[in-house]
């Protein structure tokens, strides 16, 4: 059956038209978004949702969710998303940060000549048939110094246009390397640095717990006299009631802001104040732009229903074509791996601990980190997934740690995964072979060859006689056909395992007459998902 998605926000035709030519069925509702009783009665029959800021994705909606994968976002905001509900339900959370990076970045740079040269003002001013020349008196660019705060994408736009009208450009950016910086040609600078220095400051920052205010009270005070400060950003970088008192005190020269605390801002303590300019949220707002996002969104989200590539995604590790190809194979033994040991495991799992070896180790580990985690937690809940199970497991106070290894054996790469609880621990190791199929090669230090299939047997015994006939013996006589038969051991007498593919699930009662034969120390049904 193809995906269906659910366009319930304004999209351009031609980016609805991309879900339909991927062969995925889309229903396009632009109004709908707005009626939030209305999305969370139909929400259920979708496999996506493609949103712009009007559809609000809140847990109630996601309570009805029980088949949607993937939100995806045409934009980068999503703040209208709630993304903790949406991990625990185990829906992708995707954006498109890079569309609107050009426009913003120009927006950024038309509201600093704006707020330089009073524009609006003098626009209104002249409209309402006044001719006040001596009143707009601006200032130049050329030669300023311009504070960034944030040269990331759209700050790193933001510095090359600056450099271009001929501004010196200093730039607070934790994550800005010198080598990248001077390949910009900005001067990386401490905060209080650029707070001291810049004749302009324009903010380029997400809003986190970390950047949240960073334009705060005492931060603000430590301008410069005269500065210009510029958000087109995220509303909340700014304590907006500071700057205001700054901007009625002379401190501040102007500001032009395109984003608030508060949204739609109806009311604001900027507003109205001589030399402040202000737009409606207008950073992405031009027609290149907002075909961008909704075209990218659409490729985005058919690439992970039809293929499993993750792209922007905000709560699942990104994953490429190219590598889902590559990985899918890893990516299901990761699964497999981690299955088995959530279906031998009983009690709490205090940690889980993963190595990777030889190309194993050479791939997306984020991904496969959630794949093994999320084997582990189907035994608790099945409906656990590949974005969930880290949610589930950070609730659980589970401590996961990963090591990477050159190839040290016969494979050219594999992957073991070892699990602690108080009692004890617990270790299962897989590779996957030339013909894509993954295989057990280890179980408890015992290594041995399986083929994984949707229903298996596991046994534990001493190594003495008798074993390979007593599980032929009683599943045959009871007519559980074998499809392949593994057996291992650590040393002649010792601990030994048998690893059984079936073809169908081997009853209670069948066990039962295993177990009194007296031979096993354990008998264990192990199902996995092949599909």
Not at 183 to 211: N, Q, S, W
Not at 414 to 434: A, C, L, M, N, Q
Request: charged residues 25%; aromatic residues 4%; contains cysteine.
């Amino acid at each position: 059956m193809a995906p269906k998605v659910l366009v319930s926000d304004k999209l351009s035709e031609t980016a609805v038209q991309i879900f339909r030519d991927r062969g995925i069925e889309v229903d396009f509702m632009p109004d709908l978004g707005k009626d939030k009783d209305k999305l969370a009665e139909v929400i259920g029959n979708y496999d996506g949702l493609a949103i712009r800021s009007a559809t609000k994705v809140t847990p109630t909606i996601l309570e009805n969710a029980n088949r949607l994968k993937v939100v995806g976002r045409a934009g980068i905001g999503t703040d209208n998303v709630d993304k903790e509900a949406a991990s625990k339900k185990g829906v992708i959370v995707m954006n498109t940060p890079f569309g609107n990076m050009i426009t913003t970045a120009e927006h950024a740079i038309a509201m600093m000549f704006a707020v330089a040269r009073q524009i609006p003002e003098a626009s209104a001013s002249t409209h309402a048939g006044k001719w006040e020349k001596s009143k707009f008196m601006g200032v130049e660019l050329t030669g300023k110094t311009l504070g960034v705060i944030g040269a990331g994408n759209i700050g790193g736009i933001v510095c090359d246009r600056a450099r271009g009208l001929k501004m010196k450009v200093i730039a607070y950016d934790p994550y800005l390397g010198e080598e990248k910086a001077n390949k910009m040609g900005v001067e990386k600078v401490e905060l209080d640095d650029l707070l001291a220095r810049a004749d302009f400051i324009t903010l380029h920052v997400p809003l986190t717990d970390g950047t949240r205010n960073i334009l705060s009270k005492e931060n603000l005070a430590k301008t410069k006299k005269g500065v210009r400060i510029i958000n087109c950003a995220r509303g909340g970088l700014v304590d907006e009631e500071a700057l205001a008192e700054l901007l009625k005190s002379g401190h501040v020269a102007g500001a032009a802001f395109d984003v608030f605390a508060e949204e739609p801002a109806k009311e604001n303590p900027l507003f109205n104040l001589p030399n402040v300019v202000c737009t409606p949220h207008l950073g992405a707002a031009t027609t290149e732009a907002q075909e961008n996002v909704a075209l990218q969104v659409a490729e985005q989200m058919s690439d992970y229903l039809l293929t499993g590539a993750v792209t922007n995604a905000l709560n699942m590790p990104s994953v490429t074509a190219e590598e889902a190809k590559v990985m899918g194979p890893w990516i299901k033994l990761s699964d497999h791996l981690g299955s088995f040991i959530g279906q031998m495991t009983d009690e709490p799992v205090k940690a889980i601990n993963i190595l990777y070896d030889g190309v194993a180790a050479e791939m997306n580990l984020e991904a496969l980190n959630c794949a093994v985690v999320a084997g582990i937690m189907k035994r608790v809940n099945p409906d656990v997934n590949m974005v969930s199970a880290p949610v589930v497991a950070k609730e659980r106070g589970i401590k996961i740690s990963t090591t990477n290894q050159d190839q040290s054996g016969a494979f050219e790469g594999y992957i073991k995964v070892t699990v602690v609880t108080e009692k004890r621990e617990r270790s299962v190791g897989g590779t996957v072979f030339s013909d894509g199929k993954p295989r057990f090669i280890q179980i408890k230090g015992i290594n041995i060859d399986a083929e994984i299939g949707q229903h298996m047997l596991y046994t534990t015994n001493e190594d003495v006689p008798g074993i390979i006939g007593a599980l032929g013996r009683t599943l045959g006589d009871n007519g559980v056909n074998i499809a392949n038969f593994t057996l291992g051991r650590k040393e002649a007498g010792g601990e030994a395992i048998a690893l059984l593919y079936v073809d169908d699930q081997v009853p209670a009662e069948v066990r039962a007459k295993l177990a009194e034969t007296g031979l096993f120390n354990q008998i264990k049904p192990l199902e996995f998902d092949v599909a």
